[in-house]
């Protein structure tokens, strides 16, 4: 079964840091590119980071630029986002999501998504 | 940046009613937009993609079209399992979902 389990989120304070996982089963994991996408509580989706399947092309959106950093480990089947300066902006259910193309260049479309991990940052 | 607007924000509708949501991009995007279905507490679902496609294993009462920069969803006859939130995204430059229509049943 193709599947995206994320971990990692919690309770962090401001200012902390927190390093989310994504592990990727059922699938040529090192053929794909990989998101994070979050949603805050009661509010829309919104794109956060890309990473090609390579690894060579990588994309934030603007809110998290210098904070967070995307990774991939292709041996272990599995997705990164290490999020510093935590924000309380950053508070939202961060989802894993495969991009069903290879390159940034190609058509693109997030087929597979996983059910989540909450980040709350509060003091 | 390319915004994305999407309208209505919210709408009601009868079981077996057509339900057309809108979507708008701020410039040209081509066919680079996709359309996602989110039932509550769940993650968000592929439903159409590259404007006009359906995802395979999608019923066929979804659709969607493209004129221009405006993109047309529509469900052909609602479903009470069609209670979601509907979202496009284009991806013509990084990365834009529009901020989503709900959708409920009357």
Known sequence: E???????????????????SCAASGFTFSSYSMNWVRQAPGKGLEWVSYISSSGRSIYYADSVKGRFTIS??????????????LRAEDTAEYYCARDRSGSYYAKKAFDIWGRGTMVTVSS | ????????????????????ITC???????DNLNWYQQKPGKAPNLLIYDASNLETGVPSRFSGSRSGTDFTFTISSLQPEDIATYYCQQYENLFTFGPGTKVDVK
């Open chain 1, 2 to 20: 193709v599947q995206l389990v994320e971990s990692g989120g919690g309770l962090v304070q401001p200012g902390g840091s927190l390093r989310l």
């Open chain 1, 72 to 85: 991939r480990d292709q041996a272990k089947n599995a997705l990164y986002l290490q999020m510093n300066s």
């Open chain 2, 1 to 20: 940046d390319i915004q994305m607007t999407q309208s209505p924000s919210s709408l009601s509708a009868s079981v077996g009613d057509r339900v057309t």
């Open chain 2, 24 to 30: 708008q991009a701020s410039q040209d995007i081509n």
